[in-house]
Every structure is written in structure tokens, then in C-alpha cells.
């Protein structure tokens, strides 16, 4: 794969080992959580990942993130629950603004989706469904069929532990199982940790003069294990540690947790908000 073209859409048109942590000392706060799944949502089946790679630097991003929030608020309504997910990507800032959420590792993530999606251009506004069906960010028509006819799988059933081992990182302990079963292949068991509210003022660039507004940001993703030939019931679990940044705030964040195979689907995910006072 080399996709050597970049766009940034201006049209609304689609496009056809567990990682290990640091012991908190006895004055760190700690917290358990556990996913806020309805018993309802469990029988359906689990919620669906959906990850936009976006930018500051692309004109179009900013009505596509708009979108996004309204899908994460619940405002189409949706049967299927969702995990919204941005990930901001870092080739448009040479365009005039570095977009201080942007990082070459979700760059390099769009990209193993264009090869695994058999794409030949990386683009911006892009939405990609349960890693395996994508479209343009800002057809809301394309992403709502998009997620109403993906593959949903069952909910994992982690409880997960929040721990402040320092002021500067956050320790997350995850424990329970996977609900669905994991061949020889292999999967990952992935953990992000994203930040809402966020805004800013955007003084260069393609959206000069703009006061631009992201949610679900992606701020930090870790691999908390890898797994493979296991019952959908067996107990997984294992320990990440973030490294924050300065003006974190807990009550603006959540956590993602989703099941990924190495051709990139999505067969399990769930969601945790972090506790107001960790």
C-alpha cells in the first residue's frame, strides 16, 4: 500500500501480553466502574465502534465532528448502541495550523484501514464503522446505514478500576469477559481514553477566524492484551497506564474498550465514563 493522495472532502457524497503498570502508593484515590449496558442492550448485542479520522487543518472536518457529537448525544436515534471515537490525524498541518490533537499514530492507524478497506486515497473527514465498512464523515445518510447494517457482537463484560498512582498518569485495571470467542488468530484487546468539551480558537490555516468544538477525542490508545484461542467466557485481564496532560479533568473523559482482529474488524466494545472525583 502507498496512497499518495490526500483529500480533505468538501462534498457529502460516500465513498463506495498484557501491558503492565506502576503500583499506587495508599494515597492514591482509586474507583471501580462498571459499563453502563442495559440488560436489553446486551440481548441485542453490543454497541458499534465508530472511529473518524479528522483534522483541524481540513475545512470540512469541523461539520463532520458536529455530526459526530450528535451521534454520540444519541440524536439519530439509532437502534444500535454506539463507541465514538476521533482520531485526529496530523498530515494537514502544514496546511498553516498544527492541530494540537493531532498525532502521527492516528495517521498510521487511517492508513491501515485504507489498505485493509482495499482504498487507494487517505482522506479526511473519514468514518470507519466495526473496522470493516467506511464512508465520508459528514453523510449523515452514509454513516446511518453504515452503522444500522454492521455486525454487532456481544458486549464485554470488564469492570474496570481507576487508579491515580501519580497526579500526572491514571492506571486502569480492566477484568471480565470477552463474550465472544477468539480463535488461533488472535485479537487485541485495545483501551482508549478520550476527552469531550474540547475547544478551540483557530487563528491560521484552513479554518481561519473559527472557533472549533471536538468531542470524543482520542487522547491516548494502549494495548491491554492480546488474545487468542479463548471461550467467550474465559476471564480476561490485565492493566494500562496513561500518561495525562496538563489540564486533564476526569469529568470530561471515558474510556473505550473494544476487541480488534489483525484484519482490523471490531467484534466487541464497550464504554466507561471516568468517575468524577478520580
Known amino acids: 500500500m502507498a496512497p499518495r493522495l490526500w483529500s480533505c472532502f468538501r462534498s457529502s457524497s460516500s465513498k463506495g501480553s498484557t501491558t503492565g503498570g506502576g503500583v499506587s502508593d495508599a494515597s492514591a484515590s482509586r474507583r471501580v466502574v462498571t459499563a453502563d449496558l442495559t440488560s436489553e442492550e446486551q440481548k441485542r448485542g453490543g454497541p458499534v465502534v465508530v472511529e473518524m479520522f479528522s483534522s483541524q487543518g481540513c475545512a470540512t472536518s469541523p461539520a463532520a465532528e458536529l455530526v459526530l457529537s450528535r451521534l454520540g448525544r444519541g440524536d439519530f436515534e439509532l437502534e444500535a448502541p454506539v463507541v465514538v471515537l476521533a482520531f485526529h490525524v496530523d498530515y494537514w498541518d502544514y496546511m498553516g495550523w498544527k492541530d494540537p490533537f493531532g498525532a502521527s499514530q492516528w495517521t498510521v492507524r487511517q492508513k491501515a484501514y485504507v489498505e485493509a478497506l482495499g482504498l487507494d486515497t ?11 465498512a467506511q464512508c465520508v464523515g459528514n453523510d449523515e445518510n452514509a454513516l ?27 492506571q486502569v485495571s ?11 488468530d488472535g485479537a487485541n484487546v485495545m483501551v482508549a481514553l478520550y476527552e469531550n468539551g ?3 480558537d483557530c487563528p491560521r490555516g484552513e479554518n481561519k477566524g473559527r472557533v472549533l468544538s471536538n468531542d470524543y477525542v482520542v487522547r491516548k490508545l494502549e494495548k491491554l492484551c492480546t488474545v487468542k484461542d479463548i471461550s467467550a467466557k474465559k476471564t480476561v485481564s490485565g492493566m494500562v497506564n496513561f500518561p495525562l496532560w496538563e489540564g486533564f479533568k476526569s469529568s470530561k473523559c471515558g474510556l473505550a474498550v473494544f476487541v480488534q482482529s489483525k484484519s482490523h474488524q ?10 468524577d472525583d478520580i
Not at 487517505?122 to 470493516?132: L, R, S
Not at 471490531?266 to 468517575?275: E, H, K, R, W, Y
Open 174 to 184: 480492566l477484568t471480565g469477559a470477552l463474550r465472544t470467542k477468539v480463535d488461533s
Open 122 to 132: 487517505i482522506f479526511t473527514p473519514q468514518v470507519v464503522v466495526q473496522g470493516k
Open 198 to 200: 474540547l475547544v478551540t
Open 144 to 170: 446511518v446505514s453504515a452503522i444500522t447494517s454492521a455486525p454487532r457482537f456481544p458486549a464485554p463484560t470488564f469492570q474496570a478500576t481507576f487508579t491515580r498512582p501519580a497526579p500526572d498518569s491514571l
Open 266 to 275: 471490531i467484534f466487541g466494545s464497550q464504554s466507561f465514563q471516568l468517575p
